[in-house]
Protein backbone atom coordinates (compact mmCIF):
# COMPACT_ATOMS: atom_id res chain seq x y z
CA UNK A 1 0.00 0.00 0.00
CA UNK A 2 1.35 3.24 -1.07
CA UNK A 3 1.77 5.43 2.16
CA UNK A 4 -0.77 8.54 2.42
CA UNK A 5 0.64 12.40 0.72
CA UNK A 6 2.82 13.73 3.60
CA UNK A 7 0.22 17.01 3.49
CA UNK A 8 -2.57 17.28 1.65
CA UNK A 9 -5.44 19.73 1.18
CA UNK A 10 -8.94 18.29 -0.95
CA UNK A 11 -10.67 21.23 -2.02
CA UNK A 12 -10.02 23.69 0.72
CA UNK A 13 -11.61 27.33 0.37
CA UNK A 14 -12.13 29.92 2.80
CA UNK A 15 -14.27 33.20 2.60
CA UNK A 16 -13.68 35.88 5.22
CA UNK A 17 -17.16 37.56 6.19
CA UNK A 18 -17.25 41.02 4.12
CA UNK A 19 -18.06 43.11 0.88
CA UNK A 20 -14.49 42.45 -0.42
CA UNK A 21 -14.47 38.67 1.03
CA UNK A 22 -10.84 37.83 -0.33
CA UNK A 23 -9.60 34.38 1.34
CA UNK A 24 -9.12 31.11 -0.60
CA UNK A 25 -10.98 29.70 -3.22
CA UNK A 26 -11.55 25.71 -3.75
CA UNK A 27 -7.59 24.74 -3.75
CA UNK A 28 -6.30 21.10 -3.78
CA UNK A 29 -2.49 20.92 -2.82
CA UNK A 30 -0.07 18.42 -1.89
CA UNK A 31 3.20 18.81 -0.23
CA UNK A 32 6.29 16.77 -0.68
CA UNK A 33 7.99 15.10 2.13
CA UNK A 34 11.91 16.85 2.79
CA UNK A 35 11.38 19.53 0.66
CA UNK A 36 10.81 23.06 1.01
CA UNK A 37 7.52 24.46 -1.15
CA UNK A 38 7.28 27.91 -1.49
CA UNK A 39 4.02 29.70 -2.12
CA UNK A 40 4.23 33.36 -3.71
CA UNK A 41 1.94 35.84 -4.99
CA UNK A 42 1.24 39.59 -4.64
CA UNK A 43 -0.08 40.60 -1.54
CA UNK A 44 -3.54 39.84 -0.95
CA UNK A 45 -3.38 36.95 -3.17
CA UNK A 46 -4.35 34.61 -0.32
CA UNK A 47 -0.58 33.27 1.10
CA UNK A 48 -1.28 33.41 4.50
CA UNK A 49 -5.15 32.59 4.46
CA UNK A 50 -3.84 29.03 2.64
CA UNK A 51 -0.88 28.53 5.09
CA UNK A 52 -3.05 29.38 8.51
CA UNK A 53 -5.21 26.56 6.94
CA UNK A 54 -2.37 24.33 6.96
CA UNK A 55 -1.45 24.66 9.96
CA UNK A 56 -5.15 24.65 11.46
CA UNK A 57 -4.72 28.40 13.10
CA UNK A 58 -7.80 28.72 10.59
CA UNK A 59 -10.40 26.35 9.76
CA UNK A 60 -11.80 25.87 6.40
CA UNK A 61 -15.23 26.63 4.84
CA UNK A 62 -15.40 23.21 2.92
CA UNK A 63 -12.84 20.86 2.28
CA UNK A 64 -10.09 19.07 4.25
CA UNK A 65 -6.81 18.90 5.23
CA UNK A 66 -4.57 15.38 6.28
CA UNK A 67 -1.11 15.45 7.68
CA UNK A 68 0.01 11.75 6.88
CA UNK A 69 -3.35 10.67 6.36
CA UNK A 70 -4.80 12.09 9.44
CA UNK A 71 -6.86 15.48 9.76
CA UNK A 72 -5.75 18.41 10.24
CA UNK A 73 -8.33 20.17 12.50
CA UNK A 74 -8.85 24.13 12.83
CA UNK A 75 -9.81 25.86 15.95
CA UNK A 76 -13.27 25.21 16.14
CA UNK A 77 -12.78 21.64 16.69
CA UNK A 78 -9.53 21.62 18.61
CA UNK A 79 -8.64 23.61 21.71
CA UNK A 80 -4.90 24.47 21.21
CA UNK A 81 -4.49 25.12 16.86
CA UNK A 82 -1.72 24.13 15.08
CA UNK A 83 -0.83 20.66 14.82
CA UNK A 84 1.78 19.28 17.05
CA UNK A 85 4.31 18.12 14.25
CA UNK A 86 3.89 21.49 12.90
CA UNK A 87 5.69 24.99 13.64
CA UNK A 88 4.88 28.24 12.30
CA UNK A 89 7.09 31.23 12.47
CA UNK A 90 6.00 34.62 11.17
CA UNK A 91 7.17 37.64 10.30
CA UNK A 92 6.63 39.23 14.10
CA UNK A 93 8.91 37.30 16.44
CA UNK A 94 6.81 38.43 19.27
CA UNK A 95 6.78 35.54 20.90
CA UNK A 96 10.72 36.01 21.72
CA UNK A 97 11.00 36.48 25.46
CA UNK A 98 13.38 39.63 25.27
CA UNK A 99 14.76 39.68 28.55
CA UNK A 100 15.74 35.80 28.68
CA UNK A 101 19.03 35.22 26.75
CA UNK A 102 19.21 33.57 23.24
CA UNK A 103 20.42 30.06 24.75
CA UNK A 104 17.25 30.24 27.49
CA UNK A 105 14.78 31.50 24.93
CA UNK A 106 15.67 28.37 22.63
CA UNK A 107 15.61 25.68 25.39
CA UNK A 108 12.66 27.08 26.57
CA UNK A 109 10.97 25.28 24.20
CA UNK A 110 12.27 22.01 25.36
CA UNK A 111 10.94 19.74 28.12
CA UNK A 112 12.55 20.24 31.89
CA UNK A 113 12.97 16.50 31.91
CA UNK A 114 16.10 15.73 30.20
CA UNK A 115 18.52 18.82 30.97
CA UNK A 116 21.41 16.77 29.16
CA UNK A 117 19.74 16.28 25.78
CA UNK A 118 17.94 19.87 26.44
CA UNK A 119 21.44 20.96 26.29
CA UNK A 120 22.02 19.33 23.31
CA UNK A 121 19.49 20.05 21.04
CA UNK A 122 20.04 23.61 22.08
CA UNK A 123 23.71 23.74 21.52
CA UNK A 124 23.00 22.04 17.96
CA UNK A 125 20.13 24.29 16.55
CA UNK A 126 22.41 27.94 17.70
CA UNK A 127 25.23 26.12 15.95
CA UNK A 128 23.23 24.77 12.49
CA UNK A 129 21.91 28.41 12.73
CA UNK A 130 24.91 30.43 13.32
CA UNK A 131 23.89 32.15 16.48
CA UNK A 132 26.47 30.16 19.03
CA UNK A 133 28.14 33.63 19.38
CA UNK A 134 25.21 35.21 20.51
CA UNK A 135 23.77 32.35 23.15
CA UNK A 136 24.46 34.80 26.12
CA UNK A 137 22.79 37.69 24.75
CA UNK A 138 19.65 39.45 25.75
CA UNK A 139 17.13 39.40 22.66
CA UNK A 140 16.11 42.60 23.19
CA UNK A 141 19.79 43.61 22.20
CA UNK A 142 19.41 41.53 19.39
CA UNK A 143 19.05 42.86 15.30
CA UNK A 144 16.30 41.87 13.24
CA UNK A 145 17.59 39.19 11.28
CA UNK A 146 19.72 37.85 14.39
CA UNK A 147 15.82 37.53 16.12
CA UNK A 148 14.52 36.17 13.35
CA UNK A 149 17.34 33.22 13.45
CA UNK A 150 16.26 32.62 17.10
CA UNK A 151 12.56 32.32 16.32
CA UNK A 152 13.40 29.62 13.23
CA UNK A 153 15.76 27.93 16.57
CA UNK A 154 12.85 27.96 18.58
CA UNK A 155 10.57 26.34 16.16
CA UNK A 156 13.36 23.49 14.73
CA UNK A 157 14.68 22.60 18.32
CA UNK A 158 11.44 20.65 19.00
CA UNK A 159 12.37 18.91 15.79
CA UNK A 160 8.95 19.38 13.92
CA UNK A 161 8.12 17.33 10.75
CA UNK A 162 6.71 20.41 8.71
CA UNK A 163 7.87 24.12 9.06
CA UNK A 164 5.44 26.50 7.81
CA UNK A 165 7.63 30.39 7.56
CA UNK A 166 5.36 33.00 6.56
CA UNK A 167 7.05 36.15 4.89
CA UNK A 168 9.98 35.64 7.50
CA UNK A 169 12.47 37.90 6.01
CA UNK A 170 10.85 41.11 5.72
CA UNK A 171 12.58 42.25 9.29
CA UNK A 172 15.90 41.44 7.85
CA UNK A 173 18.15 43.63 6.21
CA UNK A 174 18.74 43.13 2.68
CA UNK A 175 22.08 42.51 2.97
CA UNK A 176 21.89 39.75 5.52
CA UNK A 177 18.80 37.58 3.54
CA UNK A 178 21.11 35.51 1.31
CA UNK A 179 23.39 34.43 4.02
CA UNK A 180 19.45 33.84 6.61
CA UNK A 181 18.05 31.69 3.55
CA UNK A 182 21.28 29.60 3.06
CA UNK A 183 21.29 28.70 6.56
CA UNK A 184 17.70 27.84 7.13
CA UNK A 185 17.85 25.51 3.92
CA UNK A 186 20.85 24.08 5.23
CA UNK A 187 19.47 23.04 8.29
CA UNK A 188 16.54 22.05 7.51
CA UNK A 189 18.13 19.34 4.93
CA UNK A 190 20.53 18.28 7.98
CA UNK A 191 16.79 17.86 9.84
CA UNK A 192 15.19 16.62 7.12
CA UNK A 193 12.26 18.91 8.07
CA UNK A 194 9.57 19.76 5.53
CA UNK A 195 9.22 23.20 5.09
CA UNK A 196 6.60 25.54 3.38
CA UNK A 197 7.28 29.44 2.84
CA UNK A 198 5.23 32.05 2.09
CA UNK A 199 6.40 35.37 0.22
CA UNK A 200 5.75 38.32 -1.91
CA UNK A 201 9.56 38.69 -2.58
CA UNK A 202 10.74 35.82 -5.16
CA UNK A 203 14.17 36.73 -4.95
CA UNK A 204 14.26 35.30 -1.18
CA UNK A 205 12.38 31.95 -2.35
CA UNK A 206 14.43 31.40 -5.69
CA UNK A 207 17.05 30.02 -3.89
CA UNK A 208 15.56 28.36 -1.56
CA UNK A 209 12.36 26.58 -3.02
CA UNK A 210 12.49 23.07 -4.26
CA UNK A 211 8.90 23.63 -5.52
CA UNK A 212 6.91 27.13 -6.33
CA UNK A 213 3.01 27.29 -6.25
CA UNK A 214 1.83 30.65 -7.80
CA UNK A 215 -1.10 32.28 -6.34
CA UNK A 216 -3.46 35.20 -7.81
CA UNK A 217 -7.08 36.09 -6.17
CA UNK A 218 -7.39 33.08 -4.15
CA UNK A 219 -6.15 30.31 -6.28
CA UNK A 220 -3.58 28.78 -7.58
CA UNK A 221 -2.36 29.48 -11.19
CA UNK A 222 0.81 27.68 -11.79
CA UNK A 223 3.24 25.32 -10.17
CA UNK A 224 6.76 23.55 -10.60
CA UNK A 225 10.07 23.66 -9.81
CA UNK A 226 11.90 27.20 -9.74
CA UNK A 227 14.16 26.78 -12.87
CA UNK A 228 11.64 25.71 -15.25
CA UNK A 229 9.26 28.30 -13.75
CA UNK A 230 11.17 31.28 -14.02
CA UNK A 231 12.65 30.24 -17.73
CA UNK A 232 9.18 29.31 -18.96
CA UNK A 233 6.24 30.71 -16.95
CA UNK A 234 3.22 30.11 -18.12
CA UNK A 235 1.53 33.36 -17.05
CA UNK A 236 2.27 36.92 -17.15
CA UNK A 237 1.59 37.22 -13.92
CA UNK A 238 4.04 34.76 -12.61
CA UNK A 239 6.89 36.09 -15.16
CA UNK A 240 6.20 39.69 -13.50
CA UNK A 241 6.27 37.94 -9.92
CA UNK A 242 9.79 36.26 -10.16
CA UNK A 243 11.91 39.04 -12.19
CA UNK A 244 11.83 42.95 -13.13
CA UNK A 245 10.98 42.12 -16.39
CA UNK A 246 9.84 44.60 -19.04
CA UNK A 247 6.41 43.87 -20.62
CA UNK A 248 5.29 45.86 -23.86
CA UNK A 249 2.08 45.51 -25.34
CA UNK A 250 1.70 44.20 -28.90
CA UNK A 251 1.94 47.84 -30.53
CA UNK A 252 4.60 49.24 -28.32
CA UNK A 253 6.51 45.51 -29.40
CA UNK A 254 5.69 46.47 -33.39
CA UNK A 255 6.69 49.85 -32.99
CA UNK A 256 10.53 48.71 -31.80
CA UNK A 257 10.56 46.09 -34.75
CA UNK A 258 9.15 42.75 -32.96
CA UNK A 259 6.64 41.06 -35.08
CA UNK A 260 4.31 39.16 -32.50
CA UNK A 261 0.91 37.73 -32.74
CA UNK A 262 0.43 38.09 -28.69
CA UNK A 263 -0.87 40.51 -26.31
CA UNK A 264 2.16 40.89 -24.53
CA UNK A 265 5.82 40.25 -25.16
CA UNK A 266 8.25 39.63 -21.89
CA UNK A 267 12.01 40.44 -21.89
CA UNK A 268 14.19 39.70 -18.50
CA UNK A 269 16.97 41.65 -18.36
CA UNK A 270 19.31 38.85 -18.96
CA UNK A 271 18.24 38.17 -22.25
CA UNK A 272 19.07 41.18 -23.89
CA UNK A 273 22.84 42.18 -25.35
CA UNK A 274 23.34 45.24 -25.80
CA UNK A 275 25.71 45.75 -28.97
CA UNK A 276 26.97 48.73 -30.84
CA UNK A 277 27.17 48.55 -34.74
CA UNK A 278 27.43 50.79 -37.32
CA UNK A 279 23.93 51.62 -37.77
CA UNK A 280 20.83 51.05 -36.45
CA UNK A 281 22.07 52.30 -32.63
CA UNK A 282 18.27 53.48 -32.59
CA UNK A 283 18.19 52.63 -28.62
CA UNK A 284 19.14 55.92 -26.07
CA UNK A 285 20.52 54.95 -22.43
CA UNK A 286 18.83 56.86 -20.40
CA UNK A 287 19.84 55.33 -17.08
CA UNK A 288 22.62 53.41 -15.78
CA UNK A 289 21.82 52.17 -11.96
CA UNK A 290 24.84 50.76 -10.13
CA UNK A 291 23.88 47.37 -8.71
CA UNK A 292 26.89 45.91 -7.28
CA UNK A 293 27.71 43.21 -8.93
CA UNK A 294 26.13 44.76 -12.48
CA UNK A 295 24.32 47.55 -13.80
CA UNK A 296 20.53 47.81 -15.05
CA UNK A 297 20.31 49.79 -18.13
CA UNK A 298 17.27 51.56 -18.47
CA UNK A 299 16.79 52.13 -22.52
CA UNK A 300 14.48 53.59 -24.71
CA UNK A 301 13.17 54.07 -28.43
CA UNK A 302 10.41 55.45 -29.74
CA UNK A 303 8.97 56.17 -25.78
CA UNK A 304 9.28 52.11 -25.16
CA UNK A 305 11.69 51.48 -22.00
CA UNK A 306 13.65 48.51 -21.46
CA UNK A 307 15.30 47.08 -19.01
CA UNK A 308 19.05 45.66 -19.42
CA UNK A 309 21.37 43.47 -17.25
CA UNK A 310 25.39 45.11 -18.06
CA UNK A 311 28.24 43.84 -16.15
CA UNK A 312 30.96 45.65 -18.68
CA UNK A 313 31.27 48.65 -15.83
CA UNK A 314 31.75 52.10 -17.29
CA UNK A 315 31.41 50.84 -20.90
CA UNK A 316 28.11 52.78 -21.35
CA UNK A 317 27.07 56.35 -19.88
CA UNK A 318 23.70 58.12 -19.90
CA UNK A 319 22.65 59.92 -23.40
CA UNK A 320 24.59 57.01 -25.49
CA UNK A 321 22.64 55.06 -28.46
CA UNK A 322 23.43 51.66 -29.24
CA UNK A 323 21.94 48.46 -30.46
CA UNK A 324 20.27 45.61 -28.83
CA UNK A 325 19.81 42.07 -29.75
CA UNK A 326 17.54 39.82 -27.87
CA UNK A 327 18.01 36.20 -27.32
CA UNK A 328 14.77 35.15 -26.29
CA UNK A 329 11.85 36.54 -25.21
CA UNK A 330 8.27 35.09 -23.87
CA UNK A 331 4.79 35.70 -25.59
CA UNK A 332 1.73 36.07 -23.60
P1 LIG B 1 -1.55 37.48 1.46
O1 LIG B 1 -0.96 36.78 2.63
O2 LIG B 1 -1.27 36.83 0.15
O3 LIG B 1 -1.19 38.93 1.41
P2 LIG B 1 -4.07 37.03 2.81
O4 LIG B 1 -4.24 35.57 2.86
O5 LIG B 1 -3.64 37.71 4.05
O6 LIG B 1 -3.15 37.42 1.58
O7 LIG B 1 -5.44 37.68 2.37
C1 LIG B 1 -6.17 37.26 1.23
C2 LIG B 1 -7.40 38.09 1.09
O8 LIG B 1 -8.28 37.89 2.20
C3 LIG B 1 -7.14 39.59 1.07
O9 LIG B 1 -8.04 40.15 0.16
C4 LIG B 1 -7.42 40.03 2.46
O10 LIG B 1 -7.88 41.37 2.49
C5 LIG B 1 -8.52 39.09 2.90
N1 LIG B 1 -8.41 38.83 4.35
C6 LIG B 1 -7.38 38.27 5.00
N2 LIG B 1 -7.61 38.14 6.32
C7 LIG B 1 -8.86 38.64 6.51
C8 LIG B 1 -9.71 38.79 7.66
N3 LIG B 1 -9.32 38.37 8.86
N4 LIG B 1 -10.93 39.35 7.45
C9 LIG B 1 -11.35 39.74 6.23
N5 LIG B 1 -10.60 39.63 5.11
C10 LIG B 1 -9.38 39.09 5.24
MG1 LIG C 1 0.35 37.47 4.11
Redesign the pocket.
Known amino acids: MTPPPFLRATAISKT???A?????KETNLSIAKGKITAII????????????LLYGLLSPDTGVIEFKGERVWGPEQKLIPGHEAMKMVTQQTDDLNVFAKVRENIAAMLPHTDLKAKQEKTDKIMQQLKIAGLAGNQAVNLSGGEKQRVAIARALVVNPEILLL??PFNQVDTSFREGLQHDIRQAVKELGITVVI?S?DPAEVLSMADELIV?KE?AILESGDPKTMYQSPKHLYTARLLTNCTVLTKEEAKSVGLKTKAEHIVIYPEWVETVKTWTNNDWTIKQVLFKGPNEDLLLEYKGVAIRVLNDQFGKYTEGMKINLKLNKWLEF
Request: proline fraction near 4%; charge should be negative.
Open positions: YPGHAGGLGESGSGKSTLLKDEVHLG
